[in-house]
């Protein structure tokens, strides 16, 4: 589980190490406290569907079940009726979220809207006034691939235009990585390490297939290079950003940055990878796998690539790229739901780090980010898939 590997990762005594319990109320409370943030935590309930065929059990999707806990320890709980949300919609909760990615985005508002009505609209009235206050979600299932950041509330109003948004695998992980970012607070930034467009591998998504060349990403260069100049740094590009030489740098750096071609891989998820040059006897694929048995250092690694937040669901979360970090030491992780395009990308990372100098709150810069491309009146296609995942 994530949880055994951060606390595994944290513990000092790795020989005496016991695996953490489940926490209690007053630490859940606690936790809330620290971060100083309103945690919801969502759980899909399913209820036995009688069947015909005896000795037969099937399982249906009836419940959704909200807690919410304020920083202050007040927690509620609330419960909507799945099965009433689907007669209305026509649709199941899953099949919702699985719509926006592949939907044409001028049906995006309807599914934004809808899926607003059923995860917000309940707990509305408990969610913090002041926009600059974080939210932690803490999904559940298929709630891991929702972009919560574009949500719709009848008025047409973004949830990212009203609040700050975080994600977490589990509460529990939340404190791990509150307790990971603690560690590493005092470390002087120093070792920034961005990397884009690197000369692009040949890739077989499946075993069968022939390879086949990625296609370039000029936007992703010019991304990385707007980006080191912010940090008085030089970006890794093209032949140069080879696995090897960028696996070097991410053992030391304090902030990574890869912009690149990314994969998810839904069976299993340690399959999922990053592109990087290839070199001699070496295809130039950065996978989940690797990442985690890597020990990194970095306060924030940012994924400028396509869906490298998704990955093989499981009962604690996606197994992916966002997980591995995660679990090699990584406090905060910015990745995407889906594939953005490369110029809109370039925008957005460009926007992120300029706020994130101003005031080091990585969730906050996240939104202002977003704030300015729709002011500049970009669909949520062109900025919500980015989450950021962890401490904020």
């Keep these: 589980m994530l949880v055994e590997l951060v606390a595994s990762r944290l513990s000092q005594t790795a020989d005496q190490f016991e695996p953490p319990k489940p926490p209690k109320i007053k630490q859940i409370q606690q936790i809330a406290k620290e971060q100083n943030a309103t945690l919801i935590e969502y759980s899909i309930i399913h209820h036995p569907l009688m069947v015909k065929i005896p000795g037969k059990r099937e399982w249906q999707v009836s419940e959704l079940y909200i807690w919410v806990v304020k920083p202050t320890g007040k927690v509620t709980f609330h419960s909507v009726d799945l099965t009433k949300f689907q007669n209305e919609s026509h649709l199941t909760l899953d099949q919702l979220v699985n ?128 980006i080191a100049r912010l940090f008085n740094t030089k970006a890794i590009i093209g032949k140069d950003a080879t696995k090897i030489n960028v696996l070097q740098r991410m053992k030391t750096a304090q902030i990574i940055h890869l912009a690149t071609h990314g994969w998810a891989e839904d069976q299993g998820g340690l399959g999922s990878w990053i592109a990087l040059a290839p070199d001699a006897g070496d295809n130039g694929l950065l996978t989940a796998e690797e990442i985690l048995s890597l020990k990194l250092k970095a306060k924030l690694v940012v994924l400028s690539a396509c869906e490298t937040a998704r990955g093989s669901l499981t009962g604690d979360g996606v197994v992916g790229l966002s997980r591995s970090l995660i679990a090699a030491g990584t406090p905060s992780v910015i990745v995407s739901l889906w594939n953005i395009p490369d110029e809109s990308t370039e925008l957005i990372m460009t926007e992120f780090y300029q706020h994130f100098q101003q005031a080091p709150d990585k969730a906050q810069a996240l939104r202002q980010a977003m704030l300015v491309l729709i002011k500049q009146r970009y669909l949520p296609l062109n900025w919500a898939a980015f989450t950021i995942i962890g401490e904020p």
């Design 99 to 226: 719509k926006i990615p592949i939907s044409n985005i001028h049906e995006w508002n309807k599914y934004l809207k809808k899926l607003h009505k059923v995860l917000i609209q309940p707990i509305a009235a408990e969610l913090p006034k002041n926009p600059n206050e974080h939210i932690v979600f803490i999904p559940d299932e298929t709630l891991f691939f929702v972009p919560f950041a574009a949500l719709q509330d009848e008025n047409g109003k973004y949830l990212i235009e009203q609040h700050t948004i975080l994600t977490s695998p589990s509460i529990q992980v939340l404190s791990l990585t509150h307790q990971q970012n603690e560690k590493l607070k005092q470390t002087v930034l120093n070792d920034v390490l961005v990397v884009g467009n690197p000369r692009m591998p040949k890739v077989a998504i499946n075993p069968d297939e022939i390879p086949r060349q990625l296609e370039p990403l000029p936007f992703a260069e010019i991304e990385a290079k707007k």
